[in-house]
């Protein structure tokens, strides 16, 4: 079977296709036959070398890949209530970019029958990571406001579309004029188009009294983000792509490196005093809280099932082109999820899961 590995780290050349031994079903574990595969931001940081978690759970070679769409093909011993040939979806903490995964059977859920293979394959890591930043760490009550950086990416879509399902208000803050539709039909309230306006100054004019949330992956406006919090407030970080080149050049890595160096720092009593909280996580450490991610996808399957949550704007692209979405999802111009399909392209977007 075919995957795609990063053998060392670099641009969006460093992708390769390489064959690869199909994975075995040992006990506990499901194999799929992938069709779609998820691409996250993480998986460019993690090309280019500076992504922890790759290096602790992958190392080098590695396979990118969190998340996958297919139909399960083998079952290894103790594994209960799957069929062979029933599609799902799963997480794969790295190596989702393949023909054939295997997968703990706590990861592996059954797809809603409403989406497409793509777009089964571009829910699971944007949505977990929303619905545990909006639901579990920053807890908003229904009413209040909340402020979304990179509102028209992948979580930021499903932080908003999670805000309105719960009575939250939202305000999207977009890098590009062309995402504002997106994010106002994700259920943003308002759109702040940093590209042409104040952003800091247009997200106080919407929330004079500061947000009880803001959540940001950018990194670099993370004092301003701190600033904007009311009282009681709580600063979700989950992402530093601010500091990421937009560009495919190793050399970006460096750059980042050095912009790393400008991330802000935040004193403990300074926040006493302010009482304001900054909160933190990163999903793929996260993978051994089964019962918590359980309870979290379970949720928001059921979601997807009932239509009260749908999938952001799905972009398709070859197996053989993961290059060029890495190149698109890096340049910080995507609306939604970027998904890499396995097989053809139609097929996989005309197939819907019974
Ligand atoms: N902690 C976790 O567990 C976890 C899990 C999933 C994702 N994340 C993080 O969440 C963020 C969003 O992930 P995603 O996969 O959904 O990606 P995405 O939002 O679809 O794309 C990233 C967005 O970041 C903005 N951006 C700002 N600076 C950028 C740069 N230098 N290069 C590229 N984009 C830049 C762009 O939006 P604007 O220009 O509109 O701002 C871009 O659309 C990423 O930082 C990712 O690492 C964290």
Redesign the pocket.
């Known amino acids: 079977m075919r995957q795609i590995s990063v053998l060392r780290p670099g641009g969006f050349r460093a992708l390769r296709i390489v064959e690869a031994a199909p994975p075995m079903p040992s006990p506990g574990m499901v194999v799929i036959d992938v069709d779609a595969a998820g ?4 998986d ?2 993690a090309r280019l070398g500076l992504y922890a978690s790759s290096w602790r759970y992958a190392g080098w070679p590695f396979t990118p890949g ?1 998340e996958v769409a297919g139909r399960v093909s083998a079952l290894g011993e103790g594994v209960r209530g799957l069929e062979i040939g029933e599609r799902v979806i799963a997480l794969t903490r790295f190596g989702g970019y393949a023909e054939q995964v295997a997968v703990p059977r706590h990861q592996v859920f059954a797809c809603p029958s409403r989406l497409t293979t793509p777009q089964a394959a571009g829910i699971a ?2 949505f ?2 929303a619905a ?2 909006l639901d579990e760490l920053a807890a908003p009550r229904p009413g209040s406001t909340v402020l979304v ?10 932080l908003l579309q999670l805000a309105r399902l719960r009575g939250i208000h939202a305000v999207g ?4 004029t062309h ?1 504002l539709q997106a994010a106002k039909d994700a259920g943003a309230h308002a759109v702040i188009d ?2 042409s306006e104040n952003w800091f100054a247009a997200a106080r004019h919407y929330a004079p009294n500061g947000y009880r949330a803001v959540f940001d ?4 406006t993370l004092r301003q983000s701190l600033r904007l919090l009311a009282p009681m407030g709580r600063l979700v970080v ?9 560009g495919g050049k190793l050399i970006g890595a460096l750059a980042a490196m050095l912009r790393y160096a400008l991330l802000p720092r935040f004193g403990a009593l300074r926040l006493a005093s302010e009482n304001k909280s900054v909160m ?5 450490y ?1 993978f051994d809280e089964v019962s918590l991610l359980d309870r979290i996808m379970c949720s928001l399957l059921t979601d997807f099932e009932e239509g009260s949550l749908v999938p952001p704007p799905t972009r398709c692209y070859p197996f053989e082109q993961a290059g060029l979405a890495h190149r698109d ?10 998904v890499l399909t396995v097989g053809s392209v139609e097929a996989n977007l005309t197939r819907r899961h019974p």
């Open positions: 691409v996250n931001f993480a460019c940081v969190f890591v944007v977990l990571t545990y930043a950086h990179s509102a028209a990416g992948g979580v930021g879509g499903a803050v977009v890098g590009s995402k940093a590209s992956a950018n990194g670099l989950y992402g530093a792509h601010g500091i990421i080149p937009r933190a996580f990163n999903l793929s996260l999802v890096q340049s910080g111009l995507t609306i939604g999820k970027c």
